[in-house]
Protein backbone atom coordinates (compact mmCIF):
# COMPACT_ATOMS: atom_id res chain seq x y z
CA UNK A 1 0.00 0.00 0.00
CA UNK A 2 2.43 2.79 0.99
CA UNK A 3 5.11 1.93 -2.04
CA UNK A 4 1.81 2.10 -4.28
CA UNK A 5 1.08 5.85 -2.48
CA UNK A 6 4.24 7.13 -3.30
CA UNK A 7 4.60 5.95 -6.59
CA UNK A 8 1.10 7.29 -7.21
CA UNK A 9 2.07 10.62 -5.54
CA UNK A 10 4.54 11.37 -8.66
CA UNK A 11 2.01 11.15 -10.71
CA UNK A 12 0.66 15.05 -12.36
CA UNK A 13 -2.76 13.78 -12.19
CA UNK A 14 -2.89 13.21 -8.53
CA UNK A 15 -5.44 15.07 -6.30
CA UNK A 16 -3.33 17.94 -4.49
CA UNK A 17 -3.51 17.32 -0.54
CA UNK A 18 -3.58 19.74 2.49
CA UNK A 19 -2.19 19.08 6.03
CA UNK A 20 -3.83 20.58 9.44
CA UNK A 21 -2.62 20.30 12.78
CA UNK A 22 -5.24 19.32 15.32
CA UNK A 23 -5.69 18.15 19.29
CA UNK A 24 -7.49 15.64 20.92
CA UNK A 25 -8.41 15.84 24.94
CA UNK A 26 -7.67 12.39 25.98
CA UNK A 27 -9.82 10.87 29.62
CA UNK A 28 -9.46 14.69 30.37
CA UNK A 29 -6.42 15.17 31.65
CA UNK A 30 -4.28 14.89 28.15
CA UNK A 31 -3.68 17.13 25.57
CA UNK A 32 -2.98 14.86 22.22
CA UNK A 33 -1.76 16.55 19.14
CA UNK A 34 -1.73 15.25 15.64
CA UNK A 35 -2.03 16.12 12.28
CA UNK A 36 -4.31 15.10 9.24
CA UNK A 37 -3.49 15.37 5.50
CA UNK A 38 -6.82 15.56 3.73
CA UNK A 39 -6.82 14.97 -0.34
CA UNK A 40 -8.64 17.50 -1.69
CA UNK A 41 -10.86 14.65 -3.97
CA UNK A 42 -13.17 13.06 -1.76
CA UNK A 43 -12.66 9.24 -1.50
CA UNK A 44 -13.80 6.04 -0.24
CA UNK A 45 -10.43 4.68 0.45
CA UNK A 46 -9.24 3.47 4.32
CA UNK A 47 -7.45 6.21 5.97
CA UNK A 48 -4.01 5.47 6.68
CA UNK A 49 -2.03 5.70 10.61
CA UNK A 50 1.42 6.80 10.59
CA UNK A 51 3.29 5.62 13.89
CA UNK A 52 6.28 7.04 14.27
CA UNK A 53 9.66 6.04 16.27
CA UNK A 54 10.70 7.39 19.47
CA UNK A 55 12.02 11.11 20.52
CA UNK A 56 9.81 12.52 17.81
CA UNK A 57 6.25 13.32 16.91
CA UNK A 58 4.24 13.73 13.55
CA UNK A 59 6.37 16.25 12.01
CA UNK A 60 8.51 13.47 11.54
CA UNK A 61 6.58 12.29 8.18
CA UNK A 62 6.25 15.96 6.87
CA UNK A 63 8.05 15.07 4.24
CA UNK A 64 5.75 12.09 3.19
CA UNK A 65 2.26 12.61 4.73
CA UNK A 66 0.84 14.50 1.52
CA UNK A 67 2.32 12.93 -0.70
CA UNK A 68 0.49 9.95 0.43
CA UNK A 69 -2.96 11.65 0.72
CA UNK A 70 -2.02 12.83 -2.57
CA UNK A 71 -1.31 9.13 -4.09
CA UNK A 72 -4.35 7.58 -2.46
CA UNK A 73 -6.81 9.94 -1.99
CA UNK A 74 -6.66 9.20 1.79
CA UNK A 75 -7.02 10.84 5.19
CA UNK A 76 -3.55 10.35 6.20
CA UNK A 77 -3.22 10.97 10.31
CA UNK A 78 0.06 11.21 12.09
CA UNK A 79 -0.34 11.32 15.85
CA UNK A 80 1.98 11.87 19.09
CA UNK A 81 2.09 9.63 21.74
CA UNK A 82 1.68 10.98 25.10
CA UNK A 83 5.08 12.41 26.42
CA UNK A 84 6.32 12.52 23.37
CA UNK A 85 6.61 15.34 20.43
CA UNK A 86 3.21 17.61 21.33
CA UNK A 87 1.23 15.54 23.59
CA UNK A 88 1.37 16.33 27.26
CA UNK A 89 -0.83 15.72 30.02
CA UNK A 90 -2.52 18.89 31.18
CA UNK A 91 -0.12 21.18 33.29
CA UNK A 92 2.09 18.78 33.95
CA UNK A 93 4.78 19.80 36.61
CA UNK A 94 7.78 17.13 36.39
CA UNK A 95 5.55 14.06 37.53
CA UNK A 96 4.03 15.64 40.20
CA UNK A 97 0.38 17.39 38.61
CA UNK A 98 -2.77 15.42 39.48
CA UNK A 99 -3.26 14.93 35.59
CA UNK A 100 0.54 12.75 35.67
CA UNK A 101 -0.65 10.97 38.61
CA UNK A 102 -0.07 6.47 38.34
CA UNK A 103 0.31 7.92 34.74
CA UNK A 104 2.98 5.65 32.80
CA UNK A 105 4.58 6.31 29.59
CA UNK A 106 5.16 2.67 28.39
CA UNK A 107 4.00 0.94 25.28
CA UNK A 108 0.74 -0.42 26.53
CA UNK A 109 -0.15 3.34 27.20
CA UNK A 110 0.87 4.11 24.03
CA UNK A 111 -0.86 0.99 22.65
CA UNK A 112 -4.36 2.18 24.34
CA UNK A 113 -3.95 5.94 23.30
CA UNK A 114 -3.39 4.75 19.76
CA UNK A 115 -6.30 2.43 19.80
CA UNK A 116 -8.66 4.76 21.26
CA UNK A 117 -7.10 7.55 19.20
CA UNK A 118 -8.70 5.45 15.87
CA UNK A 119 -11.96 4.69 17.24
CA UNK A 120 -12.44 8.46 18.67
CA UNK A 121 -11.53 10.04 15.95
CA UNK A 122 -10.11 8.31 12.75
CA UNK A 123 -12.81 6.19 12.22
CA UNK A 124 -15.50 6.72 14.98
CA UNK A 125 -18.24 4.26 14.85
CA UNK A 126 -21.40 5.62 13.29
CA UNK A 127 -24.88 3.81 14.65
CA UNK A 128 -25.68 1.72 11.47
CA UNK A 129 -22.71 2.44 9.48
CA UNK A 130 -20.30 -0.27 8.36
CA UNK A 131 -17.16 0.02 10.58
CA UNK A 132 -14.05 1.22 8.51
CA UNK A 133 -10.59 -0.15 8.51
CA UNK A 134 -7.76 1.98 8.51
CA UNK A 135 -3.93 1.11 7.19
CA UNK A 136 -1.25 1.36 10.03
CA UNK A 137 2.63 2.51 9.14
CA UNK A 138 5.23 1.87 11.87
CA UNK A 139 8.72 2.90 12.27
CA UNK A 140 10.73 1.67 14.64
CA UNK A 141 9.09 1.85 17.88
CA UNK A 142 5.87 2.70 15.82
CA UNK A 143 6.55 -0.90 13.99
CA UNK A 144 6.24 -2.61 17.27
CA UNK A 145 2.92 -0.44 18.42
CA UNK A 146 1.35 -1.51 14.54
CA UNK A 147 1.54 -4.86 15.15
CA UNK A 148 0.13 -4.47 18.71
CA UNK A 149 -2.72 -2.87 17.62
CA UNK A 150 -3.21 -5.35 14.76
CA UNK A 151 -3.96 -7.94 17.04
CA UNK A 152 -5.72 -5.94 19.38
CA UNK A 153 -7.90 -4.48 16.53
CA UNK A 154 -8.33 -7.04 14.08
CA UNK A 155 -11.33 -6.13 12.76
CA UNK A 156 -10.46 -2.13 12.14
CA UNK A 157 -7.36 -2.92 10.56
CA UNK A 158 -6.67 -3.86 6.88
CA UNK A 159 -2.96 -3.60 6.99
CA UNK A 160 0.34 -2.91 8.67
CA UNK A 161 3.41 -1.86 6.68
CA UNK A 162 6.45 -1.97 9.18
CA UNK A 163 9.26 0.70 8.04
CA UNK A 164 12.64 -1.04 10.46
CA UNK A 165 10.47 -1.84 13.24
CA UNK A 166 12.02 -2.38 16.87
CA UNK A 167 11.18 -5.81 18.08
CA UNK A 168 11.77 -4.93 21.57
CA UNK A 169 10.63 -2.10 23.98
CA UNK A 170 10.95 -1.75 27.99
CA UNK A 171 13.74 -2.89 30.41
CA UNK A 172 11.52 -3.86 33.66
CA UNK A 173 14.40 -2.20 35.55
CA UNK A 174 14.08 -2.77 39.56
CA UNK A 175 12.71 -0.65 42.16
CA UNK A 176 10.09 1.01 40.24
CA UNK A 177 7.33 0.36 37.76
CA UNK A 178 7.60 3.67 35.86
CA UNK A 179 4.64 5.19 37.08
CA UNK A 180 4.51 8.52 38.26
CA UNK A 181 5.34 10.41 40.61
CA UNK A 182 8.13 7.76 40.94
CA UNK A 183 10.82 7.59 43.52
CA UNK A 184 13.91 9.88 43.73
CA UNK A 185 16.93 8.24 42.52
CA UNK A 186 15.50 6.72 39.24
CA UNK A 187 14.06 10.20 38.45
CA UNK A 188 17.23 11.66 38.98
CA UNK A 189 18.72 8.83 36.70
CA UNK A 190 16.60 9.74 34.00
CA UNK A 191 16.59 13.36 34.45
CA UNK A 192 20.42 13.15 33.92
CA UNK A 193 20.06 10.63 30.74
CA UNK A 194 17.25 13.28 29.53
CA UNK A 195 19.52 15.99 29.25
CA UNK A 196 22.24 14.00 27.80
CA UNK A 197 20.36 12.30 25.19
CA UNK A 198 18.48 15.78 24.07
CA UNK A 199 21.55 17.86 23.69
CA UNK A 200 21.84 18.95 20.59
CA UNK A 201 24.95 17.53 19.72
CA UNK A 202 24.12 14.26 20.79
CA UNK A 203 21.13 14.91 18.08
CA UNK A 204 22.87 15.33 15.70
CA UNK A 205 25.53 12.84 15.85
CA UNK A 206 22.51 9.93 16.47
CA UNK A 207 20.66 11.56 13.13
CA UNK A 208 24.29 11.56 11.17
CA UNK A 209 24.49 7.85 12.00
CA UNK A 210 20.60 7.08 11.25
CA UNK A 211 20.45 8.67 7.82
CA UNK A 212 22.05 7.13 5.11
CA UNK A 213 22.41 10.20 3.01
CA UNK A 214 22.69 12.86 6.09
CA UNK A 215 23.50 15.70 3.42
CA UNK A 216 20.13 15.45 0.91
CA UNK A 217 18.32 14.39 4.11
CA UNK A 218 18.25 18.08 5.67
CA UNK A 219 19.00 16.57 9.16
CA UNK A 220 20.10 19.61 10.80
CA UNK A 221 16.27 21.19 10.50
CA UNK A 222 14.67 17.87 12.28
CA UNK A 223 16.98 18.03 14.61
CA UNK A 224 15.96 21.14 15.86
CA UNK A 225 12.57 20.16 15.45
CA UNK A 226 13.81 17.31 17.95
CA UNK A 227 15.45 19.43 19.99
CA UNK A 228 12.12 21.86 20.07
CA UNK A 229 9.78 19.82 21.26
CA UNK A 230 11.82 18.15 24.17
CA UNK A 231 11.62 22.18 25.58
CA UNK A 232 7.37 22.23 25.09
CA UNK A 233 6.82 20.59 28.27
CA UNK A 234 7.42 20.72 31.94
CA UNK A 235 7.01 16.52 31.86
CA UNK A 236 10.09 15.56 29.79
CA UNK A 237 12.15 14.44 32.57
CA UNK A 238 9.77 12.84 34.97
CA UNK A 239 8.45 10.89 31.06
CA UNK A 240 12.12 9.70 30.21
CA UNK A 241 12.34 7.92 33.52
CA UNK A 242 9.24 6.58 33.29
CA UNK A 243 10.06 5.15 29.93
CA UNK A 244 13.51 3.97 31.13
CA UNK A 245 11.76 2.04 33.84
CA UNK A 246 8.91 0.44 32.26
CA UNK A 247 8.56 -3.31 31.55
CA UNK A 248 7.52 -4.85 27.95
CA UNK A 249 4.48 -4.88 26.55
CA UNK A 250 1.89 -6.94 27.91
CA UNK A 251 1.25 -9.95 25.78
CA UNK A 252 -2.53 -10.17 27.11
CA UNK A 253 -2.82 -6.56 26.16
CA UNK A 254 -1.88 -6.72 22.78
CA UNK A 255 -4.01 -10.40 21.85
CA UNK A 256 -2.43 -12.82 23.65
CA UNK A 257 0.64 -14.95 22.94
CA UNK A 258 -1.41 -16.93 20.43
CA UNK A 259 -1.48 -14.20 17.80
CA UNK A 260 1.28 -11.64 18.33
Known amino acids: FLPMALAMATSQSAPAATVSSHHWIRKGTQRIAYEVAVPTTDTAVDPVVLLNGF ?37 CNDGGAPSEQNLRYSIDEWADQISEFIEAVVVPQQQGVECRQVHLVGNSVGGLLATMLAARLPSRVRSVCLLNPTPVWGSDLPLWDGRLPGPAIPRAIGRWAYDRLRDPANIMALLEKTYARPAESNIRELGEKIRAVTDESEGGHA ?14 LAGGASNF
Open 55 to 91: GVGSFFWERNICDIARGTGAKIYGVDYIGQGGSWPLD
Open 239 to 252: AFASIMWCPPYNKE
